[in-house]
């Protein structure tokens, strides 16, 4: 089993619409987590960083973390067209936590 | 801050060439890694480094160098390009957060070809 999977997509839906990213993984020791935006032909970008359980939310973006099901979303509420890249999650290793683990992405396309 | 920049961005070779990938980051991050990015595979780690003077291989480090002798620098070096390492190749640079965790940034990236 890999430490993250990924939902590979794609995913395309309309402009406004609510968008759920999600990721689940293998070690219930993992506490941190991130969201990476990866435009076409660019780097991945840092998006959101969570700790342990819960929802944060910044803009129209909110990460959640259900630790008792191993269990990362993204939410994005109001997409738009800017939106569409490459969601990427990753966590970072327990014991070495400068490396990190990787979801495959899912390929977003908002369509205006 | 520049953050981490990477050069060449595009790069064709022929098989047996060898060259040099360069990433530089600003940020005083003791951290530096390269991945390579292929498609339904994700980012690879091939090599990292947890300071200057001290590196480490990934997952895949066959065919790869790598040598940081300052915090800022971190090259990678292609001994002798195969057409399997056409991709597209990512330099990070991260730290520890005083609040707990890691944070990674990446650059730009290098989209190379090798024929």
């Known amino acids: 089993q890999k430490e993250v999977e990924q939902d590979p997509g794609p995913l395309s839906v309309p402009e406004g619409a609510i968008v759920s990213l999600n990721c689940t993984y293998s070690?219930?020791?993992?506490?941190?987590f991130m969201w990476y935006r990866q435009y076409s032909r660019k780097g991945p970008e840092l998006l959101m960083y969570?700790?342990?359980?819960g929802n944060k939310e910044d803009g129209r973006f909110t990460a959640q973390v259900d630790k008792s099901s191993k269990y990362i979303s993204l939410f994005i509420r109001d997409s738009q067209p800017s939106d569409s890249a490459t969601y990427l999650c990753?966590?970072?290793?327990?014991?070495?936590?400068?490396?990190?683990?990787f979801g495959t992405g899912t390929s977003l396309t908002v369509i205006p | 801050n520049a953050g981490v920049t990477q050069t060449p961005k595009f790069q064709v070779l022929k098989t047996g060439q060898s060259m040099t990938l360069q990433c530089a980051q600003d940020?005083?991050?003791?951290?530096m890694s390269w991945y390579r990015q292929d498609p339904g595979m994700g980012l690879r780690l091939i090599h990292y480094?947890?300071?200057?003077?001290?590196?480490d291989q990934g997952e895949v480090p066959n065919g790869y160098n790598v040598s940081r002798s300052t915090t800022e620098d971190f090259p990678l070096r292609l001994l002798s390009a195969a057409p399997s390492q056409t991709s597209v190749y990512f330099c990070?640079?991260?730290?520890?957060?005083?609040?707990?965790?890691?944070?990674?940034?990446f650059g730009p990236g290098t989209r190379l070809t090798v024929t």
């Open positions: 990070a640079s991260s730290y520890n957060r005083l609040r707990g965790g890691y944070e990674q940034y």
């Open positions: 070690n219930s020791a993992f506490q941190y």
């Open positions: 969570t700790y342990s359980s």
């Open positions: 480094s947890v300071g200057a003077g001290i590196t």
């Open positions: 990753a966590i970072p290793r327990v014991l070495t936590g400068n490396q990190f683990y």
């Open positions: 940020m005083n991050h003791e951290y």
